[in-house]
C-alpha cells in the first residue's frame, strides 16, 4: 500500500525532506542546515558531500519519523537550489572541487568579457537567459580552468557535470543514472531551450566537453530507482526550485502566476507552449510539466524582498521580529509620503541597473518608525508590481490572479496591498511549502498515486482571498511616486564624480 510520496528540498542553505499524503498534507519534515563556504569577498561554496550526507539523513529521518518502510512510498521527487554546479569523477563519484553557488560572482569577469565580444544575443536567443555568472556555464569552465587536471580528464571523458539534481540522481543511483530535467538544464545557459538539447556552440564556447554532461527529461518521468532507503523506491519527479513551487500551486496553464516573497521575491509565469523574449530583461525558462508536452514561462526576480524586512531587524533594530513589521505597518494610514527603495545591491528587471543604491525620499519632520517600516514593507509590493506590468505587457496575458507562497506572504498588511497596488486578486494557500509540494506531484502523478492534474487541484487549499479595493486614482499617485522614487535611487549613482 502506498501511502506517502517524498519530497527532497534540496534548498540553498539547507536540506530537507516532506512526506506528503494524498491530500497534499505534510505528514513529517525534517531540515538541517549545512555549511555555507565563503573562501573569498563573492564566492560561495557548498562542499557536494555534505549536500549528498545531509539530504540522505533528514530523507532516513524523515521516514522514521512516522515509521514509514519503502515500500509505503510511491515515489521520490527532487527539488533543489538552481544553478549550483558540481563537477565529479565518473570513477570514484567524488566531486573535484566544491560545488560553486548559485550567488557566486567568481565567474563575473568572464561574462562580461563575453558581453563585450557580443555574444549576449546569441545566448538570450538560444537559452532564453540574460548571460549571468549565475549560471553554470562559467561555473564550469572554472573549474576546469582552475582544478589541476580538470580539463585532461574531461577531454578524456571521465568527469560528469550536474546542477544539484543530477548530483543527488547520481548517488541515488549509485552512479547508474546521469540525468537531470528541462527546468534544472534551462538554467545552465548551455541548453537550446527551444529545440530541448544541449548546443554545440555554447558548449564550444565555454569550454565544456558534451561527454560531461546529464542526459535532459521531462520533469515527471522515470529518472531512476533508488535502494538506499531499505526497497527500492523509484525518483520520478524533478525540477528546479521555482519552478516546483508554481507547479505546487497549480500554475499549470498560460497565464497561472506564482510570486514568492523569501529573502529574495520569484515572480514566474506560465506562458503555455509559447516561448516569449522579454524586451524588459526578463527570463524566458522551461516550466515543469507532468507528461511530454514542454511548457515555457517567464521570471523575474526582486534581489532585495524579505532581506529588506530583516534589514530593519538586524541593522536598523526597528523590530524585534519580522512579523512585528505588520503590527506598525496598520498603525498608520499610509507611509507619510516616504518611499523606500531598497536597491541594496542595484535594481533587476525590468530596470537592470546595477549601480542603483538603496534611497528613502519624502522624509518630513511628522515621519515616525511607523511610517518607515511601511514604507520598507510596501517596496516588495511595489517591485513585484513593476514584474507583474512587464510580465502582462510581454506575455500579453492577463493574470487572474496571483498564487502568494515564502516567508513574507504571511504579512496580512503586505498581501492587502499588494492586491490593492497590482489591482489584482491575490490568493494565499494554505500549505505554503509549494517548493516541496510541486515536486511530489511530479513525482506523485507520474507513478499515479495521484490520477490527475484535477486531483491536484481539488488539494489545493486556500488560506485567505485578498481583493483590491484601492480607488484607481489614489492608485496611479502611489505608483508614480514610486516611479519617482526609483529615479532618485539610479540618479544617485549615475552622478557619481
Ligand atoms: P528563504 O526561503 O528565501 O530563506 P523564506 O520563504 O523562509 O525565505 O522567508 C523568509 C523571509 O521572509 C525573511 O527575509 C523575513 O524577513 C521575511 N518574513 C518572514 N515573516 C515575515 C512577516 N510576517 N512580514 C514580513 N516579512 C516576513
Known sequence: MKRYVIAMDQGTTSSRAILFDRQGRVVSMVQREFKQIFPKPGWVEHDPMEIWSTQMGVTMEAMQKVDARADEIAAIGITNQRETTVVWDADTGRPVYNAIVWQCRRTADAIEELKSRGYSETIRKITGLVPDAYFSASKIAWILDHVPGAREKALQGRLRFGTVDAWLIWNLTDGRVHATDFTNASRTMLFDIHNLRWDEKLLDL????????????????????????????????????????????????????????????????????????????????????????????????????????????????????????????????????????????????????????????????????????????????????????????????????????????????????????????????????????GAAYLAGLAVGYWKDQNEIRANWQRDRIFTPGLPAEQRSRLLAGWRRAVRCATAWASEEE
Open 206 to 437: 565555454f569550454g565544456v566537453p558534451a561527454s560531461m554532461l546529464p542526459q535532459v527529461k521531462p520533469s515527471g518521468g522515470l529518472f531512476g530507482t533508488t535502494d538506499k532507503f531499505g526497497g527500492d523506491i523509484p525518483v520520478t519527479g524533478v525540477a528546479g526550485d521555482q519552478q516546483a513551487a508554481l507547479f505546487g500551486q497549480c500554475g499549470f496553464e498560460a497565464g497561472d502566476v506564482k510570486s514568492t516573497y523569501g529573502t529574495g521575491g520569484f515572480l514566474l509565469m506560465n506562458t503555455g507552449e509559447r516561448a516569449v523574449c522579454s524586451q524588459q530583461g526578463l527570463l524566458t525558462t522551461i516550466a515543469a510539466t507532468d507528461g511530454s508536452r514542454v511548457q515555457y514561462a517567464l521570471e523575474g526576480s526582486v534581489f532585495v524582498a524579505g532581506a529588506a524586512i530583516q534589514w530593519l531587524r538586524d541593522e536598523m533594530r526597528m523590530l524585534r521580529s519580522t512579523p512585528q513589521s505588520e503590527e506598525y505597518c496598520t498603525a498608520v494610514p499610509d507611509t507619510n509620503g516616504v518611499y523606500v527603495v531598497p536597491a541594496f545591491s542595484g535594481l533587476g528587471a525590468p530596470y537592470w541597473n546595477q549601480y542603483a543604491r538603496g534611497t528613502i525620499v519624502g522624509l518630513t519632520r511628522g515621519v515616525s518608525k511607523e511610517h518607515f517600516v511601511r514604507a520598507t514593507v510596501e517596496s516588495l509590493a511595489y517591485q513585484t508590481n513593476d514584474l507583474i506590468a512587464a510580465m502582462q505587457q510581454e506575455a500579453g496575458l492577463h493574470i487572474q490572479t496571483l498564487k502568494v507562497d515564502g516567508g513574507a506572504s504571511a504579512n496580512n498588511f503586505l498581501m492587502q496591498f499588494q492586491a490593492d497596488i497590482a489591482g489584482l486578486t491575490i490568493e494565499r494557500p494554505r500549505c505554503v511549502e509549494t517548493t516541496a509540494l
